[in-house]
């Protein structure tokens, strides 16, 4: 229920939920004092967090935060000797699938991530964790098992593939994974998500004090090159906005929530 209620929240504060809301207020005070002016900025919010140069203003910050990881054969002998283990969060379902017979796949940010974390695992030949539960129905397939699904047939050895199934959040991906890791000795990880996402998540696995080694992936700004289109709005990149600004507000929950963790 809890996450029920944060999720609709969310919906509703951030684009389009808060734009229409906007909206509806200033339909509701429009004989009265700054109705229309609320109508009229949340046209300007709908268009203007719906163009490129917005949404890189507001994305980019999230992924320049970390550099891409780059793998090499001496730090690949110093992960091993060190008995790191690879995490991989998920990032959405695209659920039964029919040009895969009807079975759960994954979608956009969740499938790059996989691909990635895969490229990540064959090589460094260490075991990799996905993270990721049934969502708030509770009767769909574990996110988890179908990331491992794709995992192996993007290549990866069964025997390094292993499944957390029950986290619903990011705080529960790293509470639930310390608990697994803790069993094997294991307190160092690579750590594989979206880059826009990775400074919330990274914030939140060094609160479980795990050592974290950022593998960030998917990235979304385009950061120059603008044209005339890049200036117009565009479904996608209000998506990509709404992303961004989910974040911001979950990177200051959570540094609330662990202000006696600092990174």
């Known amino acids: 229920m809890t996450l029920f ?17 906007l909206a509806l207020l ?34 980019s910050p999230l992924e320049s935060h970390f550099s891409v990881l780059k793998i090499n054969p001496p730090m690949i002998h110093q992960l091993r000797q060190e008995h790191v ?14 040009e895969f017979g009807n079975r759960n796949a994954l979608k956009g940010h969740a499938l790059m991530r996989t691909l990635y974390a895969a ?68 307190n160092k990880i690579i750590l594989v998500t979206t880059a826009w996402h990775m400074p919330r998540s990274v914030h939140v696995f060094k609160s479980q004090g795990l050592d974290v080694i950022p593998a960030p992936c998917a990235y979304v700004a385009k950061l120059g090159d603008y044209n005339i289109l890049s200036f117009l709005p565009q479904a ?4 990509d906005s709404s992303d961004a600004l989910h974040e911001y507000l979950g990177i200051l929950w959570y540094q609330w929530v662990y202000a006696d963790h600092p990174e």
């Open 85 to 98: 283990a690879i995490v991989l969060l998920g990032g959405g379902m695209y659920k039964q699938a029919p």
């Open 236 to 239: 996608h990149v209000l998506a």
């Open 119 to 186: 490229q990540v695992a064959k090589k460094t030949g260490l075991d990799i964790y996905s993270t990721g539960g049934r969502g708030m129905g509770g009767r769909d397939e574990p996110e988890s098992r179908v990331m491992n699904r794709w995992l192996i047939k993007f290549g990866v050895d069964p025997k390094h593939v292993f499944r957390e199934d029950t986290a619903k959040t990011t705080a529960e991906n790293a509470a639930n994974i310390k608990r697994i890791l803790q069993k094997k000795n294991i």
């Open 26 to 59: 200033g339909l509701l005070f429009w004989k009265y004092r700054g109705g229309k002016e609320l109508i009229i900025a949340s046209m300007v919010l709908l268009w203007v967090l719906s163009t490129e140069p917005m949404r890189d203003a507001l994305i």
């Open 5 to 21: 209620i944060s999720k609709s929240i969310a919906f509703l504060l951030l684009p389009p939920g808060g734009i229409i809301l």
